[in-house]
């Protein structure tokens, strides 16, 4: 949770908490080592890049990059995701089929490999990353939220809601959507680790986030040539994505226990 | 058999549930007679009730009177028009009639809406009301069935389980319907909250002249509300009777090994029942009369030739060839 905590932190007041201009190149001053093996100054925290640029600072600002571009990535993959679900658990038959064997499809091919043809065929750029991550990854929230519609399609008061008289559209959003919310929630913070990856990955193979833009996938990237005398260049943005994706995992977890309808309501 | 002139006219009702063997090419492996060529009727102000063992096509009955699944073959009259070919708007009409209750509270109230929202949501589809007046209807309603107006503000979970089924029947008056279709409604309750429930439907029923079908496997509940008492087994009904007349002269000899199956409160007193083995499968039905692999009064006949529901005298029908 504090790991989650000093995340969004760093993405919402980034600009400010920056030691330094992350973009600023300062040749000079390139591959400065981290604070506690530096003689010469303790100015950079965490040392600086081959370019003189400053890791820490470049770090914060990478984090807003991939909070903008996760976050971007999951408003189109979770919506579209919900809607197929919903979709595909309520009415069953043959469009059930056919969504699910389509998902089937999908999940048969790696992620990471259809997001590479996707970028190739796009270009690469911080948009393509956010339209590819999010299109590969609705398939999970689409089968989680049929599982889910299944379940309560059978359930007394949806069947009630029918003898009612309410519309197929009315039962979907107004019966099932609100009770599979919670299963939303927990699913879009642990899928927060995985698109988090997923970019970073894109932007290590050159697919992605285009330099000079800070990203940390671009930072390991850079950092990879220099890796045996400038550790840092690349130690520092792993540990970033280790941390990140973890606590994002670990408030998923969180999340699933306190927004366990059956501790708390009955 | 009746008119159908009742408010309720069921006739032939048949659901059979197709099975199939096979994933692409599929073969019909049989069907599940669910409902085999039931017929009965309900008039305004009086209350039928259904009673048979689990897996006897009592609630599969109530869901096709309900519009909830399309019978097979066969008639739902209501006020004398046939409803069961009805679809889309025409049946999100009708359906203001007919409402429900269903056996557990827990599940049948959305657990995300205040009941405030689960009372009105009836009115606002059906847009019988203005929207101002709905507030205050929802408290009648309410206060109608013992609760009062300021529960209308909490969620379902604040309930205990006999105050939901309330507020399920609440919801279920929302439309002023002309009959409410009980499925087990107070199955899921305890005895003491059961009979509560029962005296509040049938004052429910003076009140406003509904006419009840009432599905139960518990013959206590089903004497104390019913007028009628239809005794369904393995799809068919196999004697309908009025109440007292099921009570104190059973015909068949399902009625009356239902009947002998009623605990008595007298430790020292051992029963014979006289039914063995389980219910059989509804997908391969014996032949002949349905009941007769259970059946201690059974002779040759039985098993070959399926007995008609006949007229005995006196609105009692029976299907055995023994009486």
């Known amino acids: 949770m504090s790991i989650v905590a000093l995340y969004f932190f760093t993405v919402i007041f980034g600009p400010l908490i920056t030691p330094h201009d992350p973009f600023k190149t300062n040749l000079n001053k390139a591959l400065l080592p981290p604070f506690w093996q530096s003689e010469v100054s303790t100015d950079h925290l965490l040392g600086t890049d081959s370019m003189g640029r400053d890791i820490l600072s470049r770090l914060i600002y990478g984090a807003r990059t991939s909070m903008i571009v996760s976050l971007l990535a999951l408003c189109i993959c979770a919506p579209m995701g919900v809607l197929f679900g919903l979709i595909s658990g309520y009415f069953g038959g043959k469009v059930d089929t056919i969504i699910m064997r389509f998902t089937d499809l999908w999940m048969s091919m790696p992620a990471i490999i259809t997001a590479i043809l996707m970028v190739s065929l796009l270009g690469p750029s911080k948009q393509t990353v956010i339209i590819v991550v999010g299109i590969t990854g609705w398939i999970h929230y689409a089968r989680i939220i049929r599982g889910e519609v299944l379940s309560y399609k059978e359930r007394e008061f949806v069947q009630l809601a029918r003898v009612t008289g309410c519309s197929n559209t009315r039962i979907i959003f107004s019966h099932i959507f609100p009770n599979v919310v919670n299963s939303l929630i927990i699913l879009v913070t642990l899928d927060f680790g995985r698109v988090i990856i997923i970019t970073a990955t894109l932007s290590f193979l050159g697919l992605g986030i285009q330099p000079p833009s800070a990203a940390w996938g671009l930072m390991l990237a850079e950092g990879r040539q220099y890796i045996t005398y400038a550790w840092w260049m690349s130690a520092f943005p792993g540990i970033a994505i280790l941390f990140a994706v973890l606590g994002m995992n670990m408030t998923g977890d969180w999340l699933r226990d306190v927004l366990d309808p059956k501790q708390k309501l009955r | ?323």
């Open chain 2, 1 to 323: 058999m009746q008119n159908l002139d009742d408010l309720i006219a069921v006739r032939n009702l048949k659901k059979h549930y197709l099975l199939t063997k096979g994933f692409v090419f599929s073969k019909i492996a049989g069907y599940v007679k669910a409902v085999d060529d039931i017929s009965f009727s309900i008039s305004s102000g009086r209350t039928l009730g259904l009673v048979g063992e689990s897996g006897c096509g009592k609630s599969t009955t109530a869901r096709l009177l309900l519009g909830l699944e399309s019978p097979t073959s066969g008639k739902v009259y209501f006020e004398g028009k046939n409803i069961s070919t009805r679809k889309g708007p025409e049946l999100i009409k009708f359906r203001k009639n007919i409402q429900a209750v269903f056996q557990d509270p827990f599940r049948s109230l959305n657990p995300r809406k205040k009941i405030r929202q689960i009372i009105a949501e009836p009115l606002w589809v059906h847009k019988t009301l203005p929207k101002k007046k709905i507030s205050t209807r929802v408290c009648a309603l309410l206060e109608t069935v013992g609760l009062s107006a300021s529960h209308a503000d909490l969620y379902p979970h604040e309930f205990s389980g006999g105050q939901r089924q309330r507020i399920a029947i609440a919801r279920a008056l929302a439309l002023n319907p002309k009959a409410i279709i009980l499925d087990e409604p107070v199955s899921a309750l305890d005895v003491s909250i059961q009979a509560q429930i029962l005296n509040l439907l049938i004052d429910l029923q003076n009140q406003f002249h509904l006419a009840y079908l009432i599905i139960s496997h518990d013959l206590a509940v089903i004497e104390h509300v019913s007028d009628h008492i239809g005794v369904m087994y393995l799809g068919k009904l196999v004697e309908m009777a009025p109440r007292d007349k099921i009570y104190s002269n059973p015909l068949h000899p399902y009625t009356r090994a239902l009947l002998d199956s009623v605990p008595v409160a007298d430790p020292t007193m051992i029963k014979d029942v006289g039914l063995e083995d389980e219910v059989p499968s509804p997908l391969n039905p014996p032949t002949g009369c349905r009941f007769h692999p259970r059946c201690g009064f059974r002779d040759n006949e039985c098993s070959r030739v399926a007995p008609e529901l006949v007229d005995v005298g006196a609105e009692h029908y029976v299907a055995c060839h023994l009486s």
